[in-house]
């Protein structure tokens, strides 16, 4: 099993709330993801063209459109300060 600091360090980077029981089984399913993409680690690829999808994907053209004003884009946020999103910090300096 993973252990349960890099459970909730994992968890805490993805801004969930995992209750203990949730933690163990967690662990237990990164061990099997780990496992997994060691097996995929372990096929051999060589001689394998890499794939290239063969369809084009066409874009639009960029057209100019009504923007929405300052006060109208932040007008749902939970925290807004002087017209700017207030959003928690994600970088620990």
Do not use: W
């Not at 349960?4 to 990164?30: C, N, P, S």
């Amino acid at each position: 099993m993973v252990d349960i600091k890099t459970v909730e360090k994992t968890a805490h980077l993805a801004r969930i709330q995992l209750k203990e029981e949730e933690k163990e089984v967690l662990g237990k399913q990164f061990l099997d993801i780990l496992a997994f993409v060691e097996q995929l680690q372990e096929v051999n690829t060589e001689g394998i063209e890499p794939y290239q999808h063969s369809m084009c994907t066409p874009m639009r053209e960029d057209l100019p459109g009504e923007c929405l004003s300052q006060e109208d884009a932040v007008f749902n946020a939970p925290q807004k300060e002087k017209g700017f999103f207030v959003v928690p910090r994600v970088v620990e300096v």
